[in-house]
């Protein structure tokens, strides 16, 4: 299956991706088929192979999967943990 949707990354998404920074929507590489969430420690990937998605869904309705990493973490890198 080919790899579809998302959009050009913008120079915002692209800084904050090298910054880690956690915030909403998800960005997926074209090389690898993979998708994650913006804050994710993974190792950063060639620009021209980003894609960015707004929803999880429209990542695996590209023909992404889910990083491993933020699946572990089990929680999105933007929501705020509730107070134990």
């Known amino acids: 299956m080919a790899l579809t949707g998302g959009c050009e990354a913008l120079d915002q998404d692209w800084q904050d991706l090298l910054g880690k920074v956690a915030r909403a929507g998800f960005y997926g590489v074209a090389s690898t088929g993979i998708y994650c969430d913006f ?13 960015v998605f707004a929803a999880a869904e429209q990542a695996e309705a590209g ?22």
């Not at 933020?70 to 890198?77: E, Q």
């Open 63 to 84: 023909g992404y999967r889910r990083c491993k990493r933020c699946a572990a973490r089990d929680v999105h890198a933007w929501t705020e943990a509730a107070p134990i």
């Open 39 to 51: 804050g994710c420690p993974s190792r950063p990937p060639l620009r021209k192979n980003l894609r």
